[in-house]
């Protein structure tokens, strides 16, 4: 394991490598202007960048860096998912929100729901929002670009640790597999849209989400933490 070898010279390297590696796949994710976070202003790339090295530091320091990764893996993919939902089936969905399109309990649909779920789940936003519901839709992207990036760096790290891009693919996929799914049907239930489960999978999937809440451990502790070194960068 990765951590093995922490007192050994030749772990050095990899830890360069790492911060490298993300360092540069923050600033290359800034640059295409085509995209949200490429239209931040400096300030705000700025702190989005100090606080992803600051979590890389931290993976790093762990006693397991593999586990705390995939820890911050779930808490990132869960807030993409509590969004993405959203942007699934849409003309701004990329790469992994198309895979999620095939998944039978991700409809590709609720952005079609959102001027009627809005009204529970957005209500601040829509207040303040035009007719079609600008800035709800404005505050769904800016929270999935975010943590899409965030979950993009935790998985470039654990590529790293696992020595396996594959493996890590295989991990995010069946992870955003089961987030998706779980913050659809949460949706679905609360707004009182059709449900795409029955109820004993319905069940299940809420058994799969709590066991890896419970592994994830405490989301504000997690960003407090972040925060706190990243303030010392």
């Not at 790093?60 to 911050?72: G, N, V």
């Not at 929270?143 to 760096?153: C, F, G």
């Not at 996929?173 to 707004?191: F, G, I, Q, W």
Request: with cysteine.
């Amino acid at each position: 394991m990765f951590n093995a070898d922490r007192k050994n010279s030749k772990s050095y390297p990899v830890e360069e490598a790492i911060r490298s590696g993300v360092s540069k796949h923050l600033y290359d994710a800034f640059r295409r202007k085509d995209e949200g976070l490429g239209n931040l202003d400096h300030w705000t790339q700025r702190r989005v960048y100090d606080e992803n090295m600051a979590k890389v530091e931290l993976v790093l320091e762990a006693d397991d860096s593999a586990e705390h990764c995939y820890q911050d893996l779930i808490r990132e993919i869960d807030i993409e998912a509590e969004n993405g939902i959203y942007l699934v089936g849409t003309e701004l969905q990329n790469d992994a929100l198309m895979r999620l399109a095939d998944d039978p309990a991700v409809s590709g649909e609720l952005h079609l729901e959102v001027p009627s779920v809005a009204r529970s789940l957005f209500a601040d936003e829509l207040e303040h929002s035009k007719d079609d519901a600008d800035l709800v839709w404005v505050t769904i992207r800016a929270r999935y670009d975010r943590a899409h990036l965030d979950a993009s760096v935790s998985a470039l790290v654990m590529c790293f640790l696992l020595d396996s891009a594959d493996a890590t693919d295989d991990m995010t996929n069946a992870m955003r597999a089961l987030l998706y799914s779980y913050h659809e049907d949460t949706v679905r239930h609360v707004c009182n849209l059709p449900s795409l489960l029955d109820e004993r999978e319905s069940r299940d999937l809420i058994i799969m989400v709590v066991e890896l809440e419970k592994r994830s451990g405490s989301y504000i502790e997690r960003i407090r933490a972040i925060c706190k070194r990243a303030g010392n960068f």
